[in-house]
């Protein structure tokens, strides 16, 4: 007999809970998961980028592979497991929970190198590094993510970060307690807080939203929400870009009283004075903040943007992102060359969850490839945000390239709060993002 899981007075039954959780984005089985005999290959493959899509890729092939030579370059010692970000600027996690190590899950199959790609050159099938190590390679992944512009917001760095009111967890885990301080001051003395998002593609797109729904709970427990005018600041005409995630979330707002502006990009920050300037339809807009939580702009890393891998023209010619078939992930032009997380140039995709799903794509393709065939797998643009809503209530948000909804949960309306996408977000994602990094969900 299954027990229960009960929390917040819901009951579910514990059969139907780890079946949903299993049949959820990030902790699914994917189509790849079956054990099968490796491929014998003397490939040399190279991924480049060592986060998130780098380690999973890399754990994948070295299990379904032997006799390759799979190298990881990847500069960065510390590896972030950067959706506990905005747990860590909300004062819910520490910095230590979200800061793991590189090394710790590399796999046995794969070689570290401890470098950064400089230069792609997809012609000559090699990359080069910072050192000048030439990697010549038979298939390449490309798995640097994307960069944070700080540099795009007039009067904005880093260093600014936890000073003058601003916040901006996605510099780091450093970044992000520094965020938990400012937003503490703020709760304290209440005022305008600014909220809002840059108006280029951008990791994680529901994290504003959360951080907005975060600051406005905590000012409310701390008493000084009736003095306070929270301001979420849209780049575009929506809140978000899946309608029906957007009504909710108009209704939503309206229901915090969280004031809305529409088409504000913001392109300019006086810290000294605390105003901020907006791009609008009507002319350039200066708002005053007591709190401001700041997200750059991003692109792809200069290596890629300076290589022949972005798009040429269309919507993600200009920040570098690269061309890959959506389906596939395959490059377009290069085809011993795929891409997986961040850096693809696709209408969907920059989560972690997504990079679950894409990470046996790919692997699928190159296997078949070492073999002389087609793969079969697809990615479909799956794409999962737990919305947070309030401390201990979320939304679950799936959907698909199509913006179809595709819930994990059959029981639960992926637009009604519930504590159950708090508690996968909140105890149970990091469990799996770090699975997924081994290959293993
Ligand atoms: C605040 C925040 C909240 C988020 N919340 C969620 C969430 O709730 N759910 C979710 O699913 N996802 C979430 N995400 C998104 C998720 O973390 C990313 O989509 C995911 O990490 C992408 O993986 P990636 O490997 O493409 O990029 P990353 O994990 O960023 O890794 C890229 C790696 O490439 C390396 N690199 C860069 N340039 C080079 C180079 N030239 N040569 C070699 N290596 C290079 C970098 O050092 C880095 O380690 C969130 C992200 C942030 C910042």
Same mark, same amino acid.
């Given at each position: ?16 809970? +780890? ?28 991924? =480049? ?5 780098? %380690?999973?890729?890399?754990?994948? +092939? ?29 004062? +819910? ?6 800061? +793991?190590?590189?090394?710790? $899950?590399? /796999? ?26 030439? %990697?010549?390679?038979?298939? &390449? ?24 009111? !601003? ?39 529901? =994290? ?25 600041? =849209? ?22 009283? !969280?004031?809305?502006?529409? #088409? ?6 006086? /810290? ?19 709190? !401001? *939580?700041?997200?750059? /702009? ?67 393709? %190159? ?11 697809? $990615? *479909?643009?799956?794409? #999962?945000? /737990? ?41 149970? &994602?990091?469990?799996? $993002?770090? =699975? ?6």
């Amino acid at each position: 007999m299954s027990k229960s899981i009960t929390g917040d007075g819901f009951t579910v039954d514990r059969r139907a809970f +780890l079946a949903a959780v299993g049949g959820m984005g990030i902790a699914a089985a994917t189509p790849t998961s079956g054990r099968t005999a490796p491929v014998q290959t003397k490939a040399r493959i190279v991924v =480049a980028g060592g986060g998130a899509a780098g %380690l999973a890729t890399a754990a994948r +092939l070295s299990r379904q592979l032997d006799g390759a030579d799979i190298i990881v370059v990847e500069p960065r010692s510390d590896h972030f497991y950067q959706p506990g970000f905005t747990l860590v600027g909300a004062g +819910l996690k520490s910095a230590e929970y979200v800061t +793991l190590k590189t090394k710790d $899950y590399l /796999p046995s199959g794969a070689r570290w190198m401890q470098e950064r790609v400089e230069e792609f050159d997809p012609v000559a099938n090699k990359v080069v590094t910072e050192k000048g190590t030439v %990697l010549p390679y038979d298939f &390449l992944v490309v798995t640097t993510g994307l960069v944070l512009d700080y540099g795009a917001v007039e009067g904005m760095e880093r260093a600014l970060i936890g000073r003058e009111g !601003i916040a901006s967890v996605y510099a780091g885990a450093a970044a992000a307690a520094a965020s938990w301080q400012a937003l503490q001051g703020f709760m304290e003395t209440g005022g305008v807080g600014l909220f809002g998002r840059p108006a280029t593609e951008m990791k994680c797109a529901g =994290a504003p939203i959360k951080q907005t729904f975060l600051a406005d709970d905590h000012l409310r427990r701390a008493g000084t929400r009736s003095k306070t005018e929270v301001v979420y600041n =849209a780049h575009s005409k929506t809140l978000f870009s899946v309608p029906p995630v957007n009504t909710k979330l108009l209704e939503l707002f309206d229901r915090q009283d !969280i004031k809305t502006n529409f #088409s504000h990009v913001l392109t300019k920050i006086d /810290p000294a004075k605390h105003i901020a300037t907006f791009e609008t339809p009507t002319g350039s807009v200066e708002l005053k903040w007591d709190f !401001i *939580n700041l997200i750059p /702009p991003m692109r792809a890393p200069d290596a890629v943007r300076s290589s022949p891998l972005p798009w040429q023209d269309g919507p993600f010619a200009a920040d570098g992102w690269i061309e890959v078939d959506k389906k596939t992930l395959r490059h377009l032009r290069f085809p011993n060359i795929f891409g997986v997380g961040d850096i693809n140039g696709v209408p969907k995709g920059k989560t972690a969850a997504s990079v679950k799903w894409q990470t046996p794509v790919v692997v699928d393709h %190159l296997v078949a490839a070492i073999g002389g065939k087609e793969g079969t797998a697809v $990615y *479909n643009g799956y794409t #999962s945000c /737990p919305l947070i809503t309030k401390i201990g209530q979320a939304m679950l948000v799936e959907f698909d390239y199509e913006n179809r909804m595709t819930p994990s949960f059959p029981f639960i309306d992926p637009l009604t709060e519930h504590w159950l996408p708090w508690v996968i977000k909140e105890k149970l &994602l990091k469990a799996t $993002y770090t =699975a997924m990094l081994r290959g293993l969900a």
